[in-house]
């Protein structure tokens, strides 16, 4: 496609539901970022993959939060049993490779706005 | 941890002023700088990046940053701004050793008033 897409683009939940987010990157592009940005603050770093595979898991902030990509495309970021702190924005960006010797451009889908009450 | 600063949550400017917004980050070893844009209901964008040599690098849209290895600084300027650039600007830092992550500053909102 000609960007990176989000969805749902917004997700109103109850407390200690189950969601799942979904990103399509940009195709052809093998890394494939999730980030948080909650209201007032920067983006959160929270999981990226190189290929299917997620080398740096760093920012998941607790076991709730699980993501998996598959064909080297569409990934799925997934909460479970939400809580109210975990209202967010949640950010998906894709880029042509996550090497140490260049940084590629990443470029960001619109995020998906969760709400949970 | 590393962490990236930036040192004004809102900016209020009239059109032609001079923009400067700083940001300072903590990691000391080999990095790359960036600045991300969010315009009024869009995504975000690359607005300019440095990865090495000039340490004075242009961007879209006449903006420009400075990176200053010693004072751990990337400050982005523009000489004389537009109220187009009514966004939210956003700093980053990829450490070179840890794979394509971004840490993120807490933006700074700009609004340009006409």
């Known amino acids: 496609g000609a960007g990176v897409s989000q969805s749902p683009s917004n997700k109103v939940t109850e407390k200690g539901k189950d969601v799942e987010l979904r990103c399509d990157p940009i195709s052809g592009h093998t890394a494939l970022y999730w980030y948080r940005q909650r209201l007032g603050q920067g983006l959160e770093f929270l999981i990226y993959?190189?290929?299917?595979?997620?080398?740096?898991k760093s920012g998941l902030p607790s076991d709730r939060f699980s993501a998996e990509r598959t064909g080297e495309s569409v990934s799925t970021l997934t909460i479970q049993r939400t809580q109210q702190e975990d209202s967010a924005v949640y950010l998906c960006?894709?880029?042509?490779?996550?090497?140490?010797?260049?940084?590629?451009?990443?470029?960001f889908g619109p995020g998906t706005r969760l709400t949970v009450l | 941890a590393q962490s990236v600063s930036q040192h004004n949550h809102h900016v209020i400017l009239s059109e032609a002023a001079s923009l400067e917004l700083g940001c300072n980050y903590s990691?000391?070893?080999?990095?790359?700088l960036f600045w991300y844009v969010q315009y009024p209901g869009q995504h975000l964008q690359l607005l300019l990046k440095?990865?090495?040599?000039?340490?004075l690098v242009k961007g879209i849209k006449g903006f420009e940053a400075e990176f200053i290895k010693s004072k751990f600084s990337f400050n982005l300027r523009k000489p004389s701004v537009q109220w187009s650039d009514t966004a939210e600007y956003f700093c980053?830092?990829?450490?070179?050793?840890?794979?394509?992550?971004?840490?993120f500053g807490q933006g700074t909102e700009l609004s340009v008033k006409p």
């Open positions: 990691y000391g070893g080999t990095v790359n």
């Open positions: 980053a830092v990829r450490s070179y050793n840890q794979g394509g992550k971004l840490i």
């Open positions: 993959f190189q290929g299917n595979s997620a080398p740096d």
């Open positions: 960006a894709s880029s042509s490779a996550a090497t140490s010797g260049g940084a590629n451009e990443q470029f």
């Open positions: 440095y990865f090495s040599g000039d340490p």
